[in-house]
């Protein structure tokens, strides 16, 4: 299905399990590699439906000393926004209660950006996903935080996690994009190298 896969040595630049899952999913070999410390930070200027994938390209950015010429990178991040406020991973249970608290009874914007680098080669793009939870309880908040611990999910959440199960009433576009990697898009850039 992959030939045209066949000369890359494909990376997958994330600790994430599920990007691994997702990614697994496609049938295509790849390593897991993650370069220690790379910042994701961003300007305060840029728009927040931006930021995801300026991430996405400065963590592709750091491989780009170590590439051979047959490897391919890929790099995400996802971010959550709400009144434009982006959300990324909870520092703790009380940042992860305020997250959830602010988005119950509310949409929200869940925004992937993907980087596929070669030596030759970037594709840089975002996907976005629109998800609306139902107005959540503190005490279901607190069962979600104390029994799912979602300190490394961007909004405090897990779709394919009981909050998930629960609280979410409507979502427009990629099921996947929501739990932090839009495969079906990946799929497609892949086809297409």
Not at 28 to 51: C, G, M, T
Not at 113 to 140: H, P, Y
């Amino acid at each position: 299905m992959f030939e045209n896969l066949n000369k890359y040595h494909i990376i997958l630049a994330s600790n994430s399990p599920r990007r691994r899952e997702l990614l697994s999913g496609l049938g295509i070999d790849f390593e897991v590699k993650v370069l220690p410390d790379i910042q994701e930070n961003y300007p305060a200027s840029l728009p927040v439906k931006d930021i995801a994938q300026y991430i996405a390209k400065e963590k592709a950015d750091a491989y780009r000393s170590e590439l051979s010429t047959s490897d391919l990178v890929i790099t995400a991040d996802t971010v959550v926004i709400v009144d434009d406020e982006v959300m990324g991973k909870p520092a703790d249970a009380s940042d992860a209660f305020r997250m959830l608290r602010k988005l119950s009874g509310r949409k929200h914007q869940v925004i992937t950006g993907v980087c596929l680098l070669t030596t030759t080669s970037q594709r840089l793009f975002s996907v976005v996903t629109d998800v609306a939870f139902k107005e959540l309880s503190d005490d279901e908040i607190q069962y979600y935080i104390s029994h799912y611990r979602p300190f490394d999910k961007a909004g405090a959440y897990g779709i394919q996690e009981w909050i998930g199960y629960i609280g979410v009433t409507g979502i427009e576009g990629s099921y996947f994009n929501v739990m932090g990697f839009p495969v079906q898009r990946v799929y497609r850039e892949l086809a297409t190298m």
